[in-house]
């Protein structure tokens, strides 16, 4: 069974930081791809980040330079390092699994993790 359990939301004012976990079955985190959308209330998924099998990574251009990504294999989990956050920031956040890294398509969602970015 495939599972991919979130973690690390909560409330940060603007300007500041908050690193989201994803942790993944082991059957599934050494052969695919990873990545993060975000849904804020009223609007679409949209695409934040995403990285490959190898650490090859891409980012959405409102994230560029303010959010990594990255994986650790031992631990079959990926991180979500956000920085100077925004208050467009805030939505939920999903972490997605796929085969297709170039195709940018996902087969497995997570349950997903509140941000809510506000003073």
């Known amino acids: 069974q495939v599972q991919l359990v979130e973690s690390g939301g909560g409330l940060v004012q603007p300007g500041g930081s908050l690193r989201l976990s994803c942790a993944a079955s082991k059957s599934i985190f050494s052969i695919y791809a990873m990545a993060w959308y975000r849904q804020a209330p009223g609007k679409q998924h949209e695409w934040v980040a995403a990285?490959?099998?190898?650490?090859?990574?891409k980012y959405a251009d409102s994230v560029k330079g303010r959010f990594t990504i990255s994986r650790d294999n031992a631990k079959n989990t990926v991180y979500l390092q956000m920085n100077r956050l925004k208050p467009e920031d805030t939505a939920v956040y999903y972490c997605?699994?796929?085969?297709?890294?170039?195709?940018?398509?996902?087969?497995?969602w997570g349950q997903g993790t509140q941000v809510t970015v506000s003073s």
């Open positions: 997605n699994a796929g085969s297709d890294y170039d195709g940018m398509r996902w087969d497995y």
């Open positions: 990285i490959s099998m190898r650490g090859r990574t």
